[in-house]
């Protein structure tokens, strides 16, 4: 599959032209054209300024049509008013691309706006991908390129860096300029009318200048890209995220979501991505990751010379939720010998001693214990230390060893030269234990979200089908009789449908009907008024628990309907609910709940349950698809989880069943669009199973022109598109989806194929697959790709006969394809039944074009598409390919 550079434009222009250019020191015009003045770009450089032949010796013309080299990148520096028109002209030239850092978009009003659009209308018309309004600029330093009129340059790096905000990045660029810290791009992309973060983070993924990559977030302006674009750059490289404006309702961002804190960490942690929370914070991960800091887990050991400096730091790793490392047996042998003081003999090494050799003795052997992720040193200084001697004594212990270490240097002056010495030596460094802690914790947190991010949920096949037809009924009906507030006997056929245990409930109009039914359910029984307008029932007097005889009945009838006439008299009452009363001595009252995020849409949590949800504001937030992994996760998140287990006599609850409920509730999530929000409260839990006493769901209309998933911010894994295909001897081959757990067999996979075949395919003849490819094959984003793979039962294991895969361009309206199948299956069919099922899905995904790059030698293959319909053309750029090109529609 060719990899396309839309943005490299953008990236690597050939030929700048700045469009408003000034003389006018303090302008924009004039701060990009020094910048640009100062890159390797002389003779590249043109600048749009009517009234000047020549500015700063950059030869300067009336418009960008009339520049006579062809031009890659414009940079706008004109009143914004003046903006629309110069990207039409930018089109007519045959320019990609442009920077907008025009002022005048963000003025109040409908002139912006206005503007803003009538910018957006011409961009489009004329294919030119836009920067901003109100961007920053971009800078490339590996090439020169400073198309910003930041205050400051930037170091050739490995660093990605992209942000909103022009005055944030300013700082970053600051901050890093005088520290050395390098960086491959960065990005400053103002209001993304255009070109948004995805699109950024794509190119970053594919660049091979980009090792790490920082993104500084305000808003999010569509989840499903943002999100599939974190989790593919993920995948192949360390991506940490801060986000502003966490308070939107303090800091009055304009276009800033509402989006709640807690769901914006969760779809983080779910992108295999760190979230970072402080300038500080960005600072010492960028710092630490110019220094190759790795660490392969989150189990660190700490290495001290006083108790109360390594208490600290071991008080913020359990605040974190760092474990501190057990050490084995042999590191304390090792140590019992190298150490000829008294230490602590566990984890924190408190050493007691301050002399260079115990500190040297005890780095190496934690260094070296299997159980040990990274070493955390701290020194406070005493009488008669040596810290510039400990210092030296450390960098080579860390030096020796291939895991992570960190120092601290605790105090002023008598530490001064051994902080500057480990620093030098590209150690991370630190005045106290604290931020040492935290910037261990952010980076070793990239490897357990990358657990999260390579998970698939499948479908639960397996299980009891759900009954999505009964489900959609239920709402349907209440949104045709313009009800969105569905009540408890609805609430709970939603739940029935999905094999959610229920408690059976009727409603009772009367005293006498609620008698009836109450003997026929069974005493005792629970009572609660069915309102939909009540939301907390207990708040308003509805609900009576433990009603034993039919006079209590009654009376309990007459009691609700008094009590919440007095406490909601604006409430609509519909009766009064009577099912069993639930007795479960062991068990444990939870909530689940969904909510429609509105970011990142339908969003499940979890908490404890009862009357105590709204005052406890702990719950744990995932967002769906969910699978067993995930939400165990999820449950082991939540403050509830330490009275799940044995507690207070009481025995374990059965933890299959809660996390059954979750599977089950983010399968309804994912299939019933029409659920805006879902309380079970409470779902009572104990050792033999889980019941949902109460449930409440409100529904909501969805555009009838929906995709099944567009309400998801994470596609789900695709289990209807699973199927399977006979061949001519009668094998019969799965055909489905890949999945991230694929990735051993598509290795195994890849090493079966000749070399000829190999070469065929990715156009080199690697024969091991490379990890950080390995993870773009197989952990796919099902939203703009697709692959899928054909395999056979063999030996009770799976085996992969082949794949083909497609990956949608930017424009959304293409892709690109590619297919390879084992060489004693060629001939078979396999092939062309692969192709049939792929082309298939495009088509349903409404794609309108399927694109191929192929090598002219390989006439098989060109043999195989013609057949298939694909028009044949050479490829313009390149003798030795030629281009395929199938029509979809």
């Known amino acids: ?255 800033a979501t509402g989006g709640a804190d807690d769901v914006f960490d969760a779809a983080l942690r779910r992108a295999g991505v760190v979230r970072l929370y402080t300038l500080g914070q ?57 150490l000829h003081s008294p230490w602590s003999r566990n984890n924190p090494v408190d050493l007691r001693a301050a002399d260079p050799e115990s500190y040297r ?14 070493v955390l040193t701290i020194f406070a200084p005493q009488a008669q230390s040596m810290p510039t001697d400990v210092a030296r004594a450390v960098s080579e212990a860390a030096r020796e060893g291939d895991k992570p270490v960190l120092t601290c240097w605790m105090g002023g002056e008598q530490v001064k030269e051994a ?36 998970q698939a949920p499948g479908s639960l096949s397996h299980l009891d089908p759900p009954s999505i037809e009964s489900a ?51 005493l005792p029984v629970a009572m609660k008024i069915d309102s939909a307008d009540i939301t907390h029932k207990s708040d308003s007097g509805g609900v009576r628990l433990n009603v034993i005889n039919l006079m209590q009945v009654r009376t309990a009838y007459q009691d609700i309907l008094e009590d919440v006439k007095r406490n909601r008299p604006d409430a609509t009452i519909s009766g009064v609910a009577i099912e069993p009363m639930i007795n479960k001595p062991n068990g444990r009252e939870l909530f689940v709940g969904v909510f429609n995020d509105p970011v990142f849409g339908p969003t499940i949590t979890f908490g404890e349950g009862g009357n105590r949800v709204e005052e406890d504001r702990d719950r744990a937030v995932s967002l769906p698809p969910l699978n067993g992994y995930l939400a165990r996760d999820m449950i082991r998140s939540a403050r509830v989880a330490q009275l799940l287990g044995e507690f207070r006599s009481m025995p374990p609850v059965a933890m299959d069943a809660l996390e059954l409920v979750l599977l089950r509730v983010s399968e309804m999530v994912c299939e019933l669009p029409w659920i805006r929000e879902l309380r ?15 449930a409440r769901v409100i529904v909501q209309n969805i555009p009838p022109t929906a995709d099944r998933y567009d309400h998801m911010a994470i596609h789900p894994y695709p289990s209807n598109l699973e199927s399977t295909w006979t061949m001519r001897d009668g094998t019969q081959v799965s055909i489905r989806p890949i999945r991230p757990e694929d990735a051993e067999m598509e290795r195994e996979f890849v090493r079966q194929l000749s070399a000829e075949t190999r070469y065929y395919r990715f156009m080199n003849t690697l024969r091991e697959l490379p990890e950080p490819m390995v993870a773009r094959l197989t952990q796919i984003d099902y939203d703009r790709e697709m692959a899928y793979i054909a395999t056979v039962r063999k030996d009770d294991q799976e085996v992969e006969l082949g794949v083909c895969r497609y990956a949608v361009n930017p424009d959304r309206e293409t892709c690109e394809f590619a297919i390879v199948v084992r060489d004693d299956q060629q001939g078979t069919g396999l092939a062309r039944k692969l192709m049939q099922v792929l082309i298939e899905t495009a088509r349903d995904r409404r794609l309108k074009f399927m694109n191929g790059i192929f090598l002219s030698q390989n006439d098989r293959m060109l043999k195989f598409v013609q057949n298939l319909g694909f028009e044949l053309s050479k490829d313009p750029d390149d003798v030795s390919l030629v281009q395929g090109v199938l029509a979809l529609q």
């Open 1 to 255: 599959m060719h990899e396309h550079h839309y943005l490299k434009p953008l990236f690597e222009p050939r030929a700048v032209a700045i469009v408003g250019a000034s003389e006018q020191e303090g302008t924009t015009g004039c701060t990009v054209m020094r910048n640009m003045l100062d890159s390797c770009y002389q003779g590249k450089l043109f600048a749009v300024a009517p009234d000047h032949e020549t500015m700063f010796g950059v030869p300067c013309f009336r418009s960008v049509e009339d520049i006579p080299q062809r031009l890659d990148l414009a940079v706008i520096t004109s009143p914004a008013a003046d903006a629309p028109r110069i990207v039409e002209s930018c089109g007519r030239a045959g320019v990609k691309t442009a920077l907008v850092m025009s002022e005048g978009f963000s003025e109040a009003g409908p002139r912006g706006l206005a503007l803003e659009r009538s910018l957006m209308e011409n961009a489009r018309h004329h294919r030119v991908r836009l920067i901003g309004p109100r961007c920053l600029g971009v800078l490339r330093p590996s090439i020169g390129l400073a198309a910003s009129f930041a205050g400051t340059p930037a170091h050739p790096g490995s660093i990605g860096f992209i942000a909103q905000s022009g005055a944030l990045t300013n700082a970053v660029l600051d901050w890093a300029y005088m520290r050395g810290v390098g960086f491959s791009s960065v990005v400053a992309v103002g209001a993304s009318a255009d070109v948004d973060f995805g699109e950024v983070l794509d190119y970053m993924v594919q660049d091979n200048k980009t090792e790490n990559i920082i993104v500084v977030v305000e808003r999010i302006r569509q989840a499903r890209g943002f999100m599939s674009a974190l989790r593919a750059a993920a995948r192949s490289k360390p991506v940490l995220v801060m986000k502003t404006g966490r308070h939107p309702d303090r800091t009055g961002t304009p276009g």
């Open 472 to 522: 959609r009924l239920v709402m349907e009906t209440a949104l045709s009789e313009k009800r969105y507030s569905l009540n408890e006997i609805e609430s709970k056929a939603l739940l029935a449908a999905f094999r959610i245990p229920i408690a059976p409930t009727v409603v009772a109009r009367s005293a006498t009907e609620a008698m009836v039914y109450a003997e026929e359910l069974g």
């Open 680 to 694: 079970i409260n409470p779902l009572i839990v104990d050792e033999n199973g889980a019941v949902a006493v109460d």
């Open 419 to 454: 902080r500057t010495l480990t620093s030098d030596k590209g150690i991370p460094t630190f005045s106290s234990p604290e931020p040492a802690v935290e910037l261990f914790h952010n980076l070793s947190s990239f490897y357990r979200n990358q657990q999260l991010l390579r």
């Open 282 to 338: 960005l600072f010492a991960v960028a710092g630490a990751l110019v220094s190759h800091f790795r660490p392969r887990g989150n189990r660190l050991a700490i290495v001290s010379n006083g108790h109360g400096p390594a208490v600290m730091a071991a008080d913020l790793c359990a605040d974190l939720g760092i474990p501190l490392a057990g050490l084995a047996q042999s590191t304390v042998d090792n140590l019992n010998a190298a």
């Open 361 to 374: 003795a005890a780095v190496k052997a934690c260094l070296t214990d299997p159980n040990v992720d990274g």
